[in-house]
């Protein structure tokens, strides 16, 4: 197909104004850009709650939720809580129990239901328990790492960081072996993306590491 020579003549000074501008003005990528997120001063409170079996420290920005429900799971005992971060839209689940106690368990059947079991919380188990619900976010992570916890008050556990885009990058769960158990994990209300995150994820890990280390089991 051929140009009639007025549409040529037409497109020559056109083509040109392209080139220069092509010349004059390189093409830059643009970083993406996240909103600025306003962190407050790290200030800490007291958790130490009658009855509870366990205390600790926790943000003064935050906000202390008995847990109803766990993703849809009956709590089966009363000392099931949330920390709930409203400025951050997140929340650290922690999730007791008492090693030796009965718990409802749900065992997969043949045909891909679930029944429920009651059964005995067994420490091995439920620390297995715990790298398995850890290893779930295998498919959208790329990496997970843990590291033993040892802190001032006697307190032993491991600790969780998982890489990527996983809907929870930081967990761990803390026991003496023999009486009590407790594990958290930390969640968005948001989707998740480690990059636009990274700042709060960094400055809720400060928070994580003080309650950690002010934990206490209080029938020790």
Wanted: proline share 5%; aromatic share 16%; with cysteine.
């Amino acid at each position: 197909m051929y140009l009639k020579n007025s549409h040529f003549a037409f497109l020559m000074p056109f083509a040109a104004c392209l080139l220069l501008m092509a010349c004059n003005s390189p093409y830059v990528s643009k970083k993406r850009g996240y909103f600025n997120i306003e962190l407050p001063q790290h200030r800490y409170q007291k958790f130490d709650r009658e009855g509870f079996p366990y205390s600790f420290e926790y943000p003064v920005y935050a906000q202390i939720v008995k847990d109803s429900t766990f993703f849809d799971t009956n709590p089966e005992n009363p000392y099931w809580i949330n920390i709930d971060f409203p400025q951050f839209h997140s929340r650290i689940f922690l999730s007791y129990k008492a090693v030796g106690g009965k718990a409802l368990y749900k065992v997969k059947q043949p045909g891909g239901n679930y029944k429920d079991s009651l059964g005995t919380n067994v420490f091995d188990k439920m620390v297995d328990d715990a790298f398995t619900l850890t290893n779930k976010n295998n498919v959208v992570s790329n990496s997970i790492n843990d590291s033993l916890i040892h802190t001032p008050n006697g307190i032993s556990g491991v600790f969780f960081k998982v890489g990527g885009n996983a809907a929870t990058s930081k967990q761990f769960f803390l026991s003496d072996t023999s009486t009590n158990f407790i594990r958290g994990a930390l969640y968005f209300d948001v989707a998740p993306n480690a990059d636009s995150l990274k700042p709060v994820q960094d400055f809720l890990q400060a928070d994580m590491d003080h309650m950690i280390n002010t934990f206490r089991w209080k029938n020790k």
